[in-house]
């Protein structure tokens, strides 16, 4: 069973996506099996869940943003 308590809180990045600046909130979540991954929420809808993979590249699960912009997200969200 996962231990939600240990995930870290949710926080909030600056990202330039699409040519617009925007806010977005990064909710970190688990899968059952223990595995991180981020929902990423823009004007309070799901825009993407992304994970980093063992190799430290971005992969996005859900969504339909481009491979620049899940790395752009992802960057943020290492820092």
Do not use: H
């Not at 993979?53 to 960057?75: F, P, R, S, V």
Request: aromatic share 6%; charged share 35%.
């Amino acid at each position: 069973m996962t231990d939600l308590e240990a995930l870290p809180p949710s926080f909030e990045i600056q990202l330039n996506i699409k040519g617009k600046e925007q806010t977005i909130l990064v909710k970190p979540d688990e899968t059952s099996d223990g595995a991180r991954y981020y929902n990423c929420i823009l004007d309070g809808e799901t825009l993407t869940q992304i994970r980093e993979e063992t190799d430290g590249k971005w992969e996005q699960l859900w969504g339909t943003l481009d491979q620049e912009d899940i790395d752009a997200i992802g960057n943020k969200i290492r820092k």
